[in-house]
């Protein structure tokens, strides 16, 4: 399997936006359940969102609730996270992640359920 490769990441001011993009060569994820994980400075790698391998299902963890959207076209083989109103504690590294289990309707909260990982993005919000 190809690994994910995120881009999108930067630097952006408090109540900014950004889109991260996880995009690999082929089309070897369209069937995957994905999601996006972050891990700050000093901080353990944390879930920020899910989705399931149609794009039918989603799950976010709290502090992002209302502000940031996982979303899939499996038509280009990608996933984004789209991320409105970003704070300061939202600065981290993004690693985008794939789960090898074809068109499954679950979506996953644990690192360790997933099997492919992407080389991280670094998004950084000044405040």
């Known amino acids: 399997q190809e690994q994910p490769v995120e881009s999108g990441g930067g630097l952006v001011q408090a109540g900014g936006s950004l889109r991260l993009s996880c995009a690999p060569s082929?089309?070897?994820?369209?069937?995957?359940?994905m999601a996006w994980f972050r891990q700050a400075p000093g901080k353990e790698r944390e879930f920020v969102a899910a989705?399931?391998?149609?794009?039918?299902?989603?799950y976010y963890t709290d502090p992002v609730k209302g502000r940031f959207t996982i979303s899939r076209d499996n038509a280009k083989n990608t996933v984004y996270l789209q991320m409105n109103s970003l704070k300061p504690e939202d600065t981290a590294d993004y690693y985008c992640?794939?789960?090898?289990?074809?068109?499954?309707?679950?979506?996953?909260?644990?690192?360790?359920?997933?099997?492919?990982w992407g080389q991280g993005t670094q998004v950084t919000v000044s405040s």
């Open positions: 989705i399931n391998w149609s794009g039918a299902s989603t």
């Open positions: 082929g089309r070897a994820f369209i069937h995957y359940p």
């Open positions: 992640a794939a789960r090898r289990s074809s068109y499954s309707d679950s979506y996953y909260l644990r690192d360790y359920e997933y099997d492919y």
